[in-house]
């Protein structure tokens, strides 16, 4: 073999070894974004039918009694942020959701009945924080307080989020919020994952945060 024909073979060999790199390379990031995508998938869809089972949820406080029924609406309904909210480019920390899961109380039965049904105040609360989204609820007591309340981050690597809804309901009539939320990847910022969910509450809306 003479020299050319070495130098020859060489830059064949490492043109091939290139072309088998790269096809590699792409394909290992073809894998690692199909699973990330999967995994963001699942997560908003997750998260969205958490917030949305727990907006169907939304109520007022109320005692009920032998006779008559006590509904107190002052401050109790669902307040949302109308509009986009640009998580990805460094918007300050925005409150999105604030709204009330309730539990009648009972009231002038006997102590029996009375002790064993207290009622239950749930205030709950989305918000981003730098581009995540946190989910918070407290209010509840008792050995189900753990399973009730929650302090935790829903979203991460959130691209935006964006509410929408009649800017206020009347009473006693029930409508829709529309949430859409993309998420990006960390690297790959041309790569997003979009879900959104419409739920159901029975309770006054108001584009108040």
């Known amino acids: 073999m003479t020299l050319v024909e070495g130098v020859v073979a060489v830059l064949v060999l490492s043109l091939v070894v290139i072309i088998a790199w790269r096809v590699f390379t792409t394909a290992a990031k073809s894998a690692e974004l199909s699973a990330w995508h999967t995994k963001c998938q699942q997560q908003l869809r997750n998260g ?8 169907a949820h939304a109520s007022y406080p109320s005692i009920v009694g032998p006779t008559a029924v006590q509904i107190t609406k002052a401050g109790r309904g669902f307040k949302f942020h109308k509009g986009k909210v640009d998580c990805a480019g460094g918007a300050a920390d925005t409150p999105l959701l604030d709204f009330y899961i309730c539990k009648p109380k009972r009231q002038g039965f006997d102590a029996v009945t009375d002790a064993k049904n207290p009622g239950l105040e749930i205030h709950a609360t989305l918000a981003t924080k730098g581009n995540t989204v946190v989910y918070k609820k407290v209010g509840a007591t008792g050995p189900d ?7 935790r981050v829903l979203f991460d690597e959130v691209d935006y989020i964006a509410l929408d809804g009649p800017a206020s309901a009347p009473a006693e009539t029930s409508t829709t919020c529309s949430i859409q939320i993309k998420t990006i990847h960390k690297f790959w910022k041309q ?19």
């Open 145 to 151: 307080a753990p399973v009730l309340n929650c302090d």
């Open 191 to 209: 790569s997003g994952v979009v879900e959104q969910t419409m739920p159901k509450v029975e309770v006054d809306l108001s584009a108040g945060l």
């Open 48 to 55: 969205l039918k958490l917030l949305r089972d727990d907006l």
